[in-house]
């Protein structure tokens, strides 16, 4: 693959996941069948709806996208994951708007709030992610994407990297599995493969079955990746990682996130999640321009996207 080549997949992922997540904020919260008909899903959704956020300008990203951004940001500047560098951008999101459209914060799930709460008390980062089972949103899942399209370690190390980006605000198990499938899920699109879930899932299964008994244990009694792709679009990380891999059978970038609208509920982080693996498969070009105009806070990311492709 060339460098265009790889770029414009990058790109895609990025932006694909901000798009995304704006797409789906005036629909959060709204049950399956109260969603509108998926071609009158847009970022202004028809009149007679009742919007969520509705104080929000259409074509704004939530605290999926300023978290994503926030992870970003700290990786091109540490140049290697550091828990602590990005507890600190996550704590100026929550306290001061770091990352978030014209610094406006509207949207936070209840275990991050909890983390950050830690953090801001002096829990190292490491330790602050609630990890009891009912702890398991899908808050760090949401953000994952960017450990994907910046790290060129092996698979291993980007294992133990999704793990530890988790684990700053959902620290069970069960979030690191996710954050670990979604992010070698991302690689293998980012490289064009064929088969990406498949291959994915392969190799997170050998590298727990060296170095993670635990992890290998709720890999394949909970998380159960070889079963068919299915999900309703809640806020369970679980819910939220299936219902992308089911999204993601559209064939158009348009189709998979109007498709993850459409399942209802946690409709931003749904699309976010399915975006970002859209944008990566299908390249920036795919991203309807439309919605790539009326995205809001091209100031934020912009600057980042520079600074990964300088990377080379």
Known sequence: MSTLETWERIEGAVVGLLVGDALGVPYEFHAAHLIPPREAIEMAPPAGFTRSHRSI???????????????????????R???DDFARRLVAWYRDGYMAVAGVVFDIGIQTERALHALIDGTPADLAGPREESANGN??????MPLALWHRGGDDELVRD???QSRVTHGHVRSQVCCALYTLWARGELAGAEATWARAVASLRSIYQASYPDHLIELNTVVRPDDAPSGGGSGYVLDCLRSARLVCEEETYEAVVKAAVALGNDTDTTACVAGGIAGARFGMRAIPPRWVEQLRGSGLYRPLLAELRARG
């Open 57 to 79: 300008a259409p074509g704004t990203w939530s605290d999926d996208g300023a978290q994503a951004l926030c992870l970003l940001a700290s990786l091109v500047t540490c140049n």
């Open 81 to 83: 994951f550091d828990a």
């Open 139 to 144: 808050g760090s899942l949401m953000r994952a």
């Open 162 to 164: 999704a793990h530890a």
